[in-house]
């Protein structure tokens, strides 16, 4: 700080405070109204204050769900969101760091065109090539799987700029010494390369896994069976009810459930989370 | 292109590495795309039986239509709004918590987890806080004498999936111009203090400037944003209404097609979100971080 002033300190913490309140402040009043009792939210207006009735929602919404919403359990939704955003994080990372490898270690035909065929993923995000993906994941049998949720997601052109300008500043002493004492390049990448990368594919776990998460549209295409539903498109339908039939208090312990897992791997992988987050967009 | 010094001389190897993610894009990214293109130049008949290569007729059609433009002119207003919004909200809370120092962590914390909260949530919290019959904001509204309903005012759809769309984006933002403000050198701030510059002066001749590579990298990714991460939102609270008060480019396309299963025009819708999308990503990778450097 270069100089002291009381008052411009004082007017800073109490910007800080309202922000804070107002990024905190839909979340405070959907855990409220998911501990209320039924029937609580048929008129008046939501209380501010917790009701008696969050055991038995969060237990109802577990183990049976909104049934007449036709959403399955929402454990069954999370153990799906759970292997969807894993099988995406890992799917990603693998791939993109295996060409990244390619990329930088080695010199073979067309090089350059692999390099721009990656790129050309950035611009051609799902929701502008709905109707052509969902027809060739239709074609290859994938809807109603997890491989038809995951596959289509976990190329990666952000993931592999991340690897290859990391590999740019691994010293080339490195690779030299490990082929004067005969590594080969497996050797080179298991033994060498992946235990320096280890940083970073812990921060960009941390942000494929969000992303994995909260994929929206995609889950939405592809599962028409419930056991496939994932938790963030579950809740939709859920929520699309409650507007005919005011059951926010399941809603909203649902939409807590939902959020949780990231939210707290956010929060308690801070570090990691921004490291990946900032350099994953340079 | 840049490589090592020291290679490996493999043949196959880096092919076979390279495969994986190769096979995944041409299946899933490009062949749709191409997929896209084409179709955007067919029109099917209303059976699906037989389609004929109609030219531009599809893209002629859309840019007479006027839903069409007025989603595009929506779209333009969305993403204006909720730009200039997360930004600047963003960019006040960045400077202040850059200001103080023992909190600053706790702060932060409180402050970024919402970038983990996936869009059709967000718009559900909003969509629930500004229920007309229970939702707090509408009572608060009402003590003003301001009747909310977004169920029959466009207007007031429009600035729910704004605020909702806004609301996800300022963690995001948030981190990038703390990181921003961080990597400016105290002296600079200090000597322009010694000349006798107050911190709002400093703020707006010094810190303000130096932080434009930052504010137009983050410009560009949250248009982006704006216009493709927040189908979600839109899907998840108004579905495009009422009266198409919220149907913006995006939900258009997936709302024609695959509702509608008006196929020519929405691929057509593709191949324009397409060239955004391309566009974007130029200005991004081309200007960004060279033009704007001091």
New interface residues.
């Given amino acids: 700080m270069v100089e002291n002033r009381p008052l411009l300190n004082i007017a800073t913490h109490l910007v800080l405070i309202i922000g804070v309140a107002i990024v905190v402040f839909p979340v405070y009043v959907a855990f409220i109204a998911s501990t209320q009792a039924p029937g609580t939210f048929f008129r008046g207006v939501t209380p501010l204050l917790p009701g008696p009735a969050m055991i038995e929602n969060y237990t109802t919404m577990l183990t049976d769900g909104m049934s007449t919403s036709g959403a399955p359990p929402l454990w069954l939704m999370l153990v799906n969101s759970t292997w969807m955003a894993v099988i995406v994080t890992v799917g990603k990372i693998s791939i993109s760091i295996l060409s990244a490898y390619a990329i930088v270690y080695f010199r073979f035909p067309l090089r350059a065109l692999c390099f721009w065929i990656v790129f050309v993923t950035l611009m051609l995000p799902v929701e502008v090539r709905i109707i052509p993906t969902f027809a060739v994941v239709s074609n290859l049998g994938l809807l109603n799987s997890y491989l038809g949720l995951t596959l289509p997601l976990i190329a990666s052109a952000t993931a592999t700029f991340l690897f290859r300008q990391f590999f740019l500043t691994v010293p080339d002493e490195l690779t030299e010494a490990a082929r004067v004492d005969g590594a080969g390049p497996v050797k080179f990448f298991i033994d060498i390369l992946l235990p320096l990368s280890r940083t970073n594919i812990a921060a960009l776990s941390v942000i494929m896994f969000i992303y994995g998460w909260v994929q929206y549209l995609w889950p939405l295409l592809v599962t028409t069976d419930s056991r496939y539903y994932t938790v963030v498109m579950g809740i939709k339908r859920m929520a699309a009810y409650a507007d005919q039939q005011p059951q926010w208090n399941l809603v909203m312990a649902a939409v807590i459930l939902a959020m949780l897992p990231p939210v707290l791997i956010v929060i308690f992988m801070q570090r990691l989370f921004v490291k990946g987050l900032v350099e994953t967009e340079k | ?8 001389s ?2 196959a ?3 076979a ?2 495969a ?3 096979v ?10 191409l ?2 293109i084409r ?1 955007s130049f067919e029109r099917e008949d209303p059976f699906g039986l037989r389609t004929s290569f109609v030219w531009f007729q599809n893209y002629t059609r859309l840019f007479a239509d006027p839903t069409y433009l007025s989603a595009f002119g929506r779209t333009l207003l969305f993403a204006t709004a909720v730009t200039v919004l997360a930004m600047a ?1 963003a960019l ?2 960045a400077a ?2 850059s ?3 023992r ?1 600053a962590n706790a ?16 718009g ?6 500004f ?1 007309p ?4 904001l509408p ?1 608060v509204l009402g003590q003003f004498g301001i009747t909310w309903n977004h169920r029959t005012s466009g207007t007031d759809a429009m600035v729910l999936v704004v605020i909702a769309a806004t ?1 996800k984006q ?3 933002n948030f ?2 111009f703390l ?1 921003g403000l961080q990597s400016i050198p ?1 002296a600079l ?2 000597a322009a ?1 010694i000349d006798g510059a107050g ?1 709002f002066k ?1 703020f707006f001749t010094i810190v303000l400037p130096l932080l434009s590579p930052t504010t137009f ?1 983050l410009l560009i ?1 949250n248009v982006n944003y704006a216009m ?2 927040t ?2 939102i839109i ?2 609270t108004t579905s495009g209404g009422p009266n198409q008060a919220t149907n913006i480019l ?1 939900y258009k ?2 709302a024609d ?2 509702l509608g299963l008006n ?1 020519g025009s ?2 057509a819708q ?1 191949v324009i ?2 060239l955004i ?2 566009a974007l ?1 130029f200005v991004q990778f081309r200007f960004v971080e060279r033009r704007v450097q001091y």
């Fill in positions: 292109m840049q490589t090592k010094r020291t290679i490996f493999n043949r190897l880096p092919i590495l390279i994986p993610q190769l995944i894009t041409l299946i899933f990214f490009i062949w749709p795309a997929q896209a179709s909200f006040v809370l202040a918590v200001r103080v120092m909190s702060y932060t914390t409180l402050l970024v987890w919402p970038y983990a909260v996936a869009p059709v949530v967000a559900i919290l909003w969509w629930f806080m229920n019959s229970i939702g707090i009572y609301w300022i963690s995001y981190l990038f990181a105290n701030s200090e203090a911190p400093r990298f990714i493709f991460d189908f979600g899907d998840g995006v396309v997936y097609g695959f196929i929405s691929a593709s979100l397409m999308v391309i990503v």
